[in-house]
């Protein structure tokens, strides 16, 4: 079995800074800790089986095929993540409600 590298991206890192403290805002402590803790294991999920998430229709890239995939007790937060060789890149964390198609056709610019 293949051994992947883990690449979590600022921009990834941010949003799930956003997502819990929303979380923490609207909800308590405890369910922002254990999202990023969700986060985290299905992070280290992908690394294991990145062909888990689908390929997402949602965007064309530049940087070839984005998968998606939802993070773990948590369905309407989806994780945005490419494979690259041995290297699996998260690049995006977001919740499932937002415009996806619009915010996703930023990514190329980021990067």
């Excluded at 990145?50 to 949602?58: D, F």
């Excluded at 690049?91 to 990067?111: K, M, P, Q, T, W």
């Amino acid at each position: 079995m293949m051994n992947y590298r883990l690449i979590i991206k600022d921009r990834a890192t941010e949003d799930l800074r956003h997502l819990a403290n929303y979380i923490l805002v609207n909800g308590n402590a405890d369910v922002a800790v254990k999202f990023l803790n969700a986060a985290e294991t299905t992070f280290a999920q992908l690394q294991k089986n990145p062909g888990m998430g689908k390929v997402t229709q949602l965007v064309v890239s530049k940087l070839g095929e984005i998968r998606q995939w939802r993070v773990k007790d948590f369905q309407d937060y989806l994780v945005f993540y490419r494979i690259q060789n041995t290297t699996i890149e998260i690049l995006r964390v977001f919740h499932g409600a937002r415009d996806l198609a619009n915010i996703l056709s930023e990514l190329d610019e980021e990067l």
